[in-house]
């Protein structure tokens, strides 16, 4: 199993960004997706999550200003960032609890780290 992650860059403060999360290989279903992140000098948190069910869980700092949604069907997930701050900078880490192969417990993979820099 494999997670892609994609959508990061530089964005003005004010601006938006949409982030991505793909995974591949032999996935029989996958339970919660999301992101966490950790800026320099910092430990990595949990930015949002989703479940396969739709259940959204947000951290305080970004709860109205981020939206995370999935597409079942594509094993993917986004994380539409808006009215960004400069406190947003960070290197954004896509997770996802999967179930390969057949039924059976979950484990996690993590894609590779995004960069956002919020910065004008």
């Known amino acids: 199993v494999q997670l892609q992650a994609s959508g990061g860059g530089l964005v003005q403060p004010g601006g938006s960004l949409t982030l991505s999360c793909t995974a591949s290989?032999?996935?029989?279903?996958?339970?919660?997706m999301g992101w966490y992140r950790q800026a320099p000098g910092k430990q990595r948190d949990l930015v949002a999550a989703?479940?396969?069910?739709?259940?959204?869980n947000y951290d305080d700092s970004v709860k109205g200003r981020f939206t995370i949604s999935r597409d079942n069907a594509r094993n993917t997930a986004y994380l539409q960032m808006n009215s960004l701050k400069p406190e947003d900078t960070a290197v954004y880490y896509c997770?996802?609890?999967?179930?390969?192969?057949?039924?059976?417990?979950?484990?996690?993979?993590w894609g590779q780290g995004t960069l956002v820099t919020v910065s004008s």
């Open positions: 290989g032999n996935i029989f279903s996958i339970n919660a």
């Open positions: 989703i479940t396969n069910g739709g259940g959204t």
């Open positions: 997770f996802a609890f999967v179930v390969s192969g057949g039924p059976g417990d979950s484990e996690d993979y």
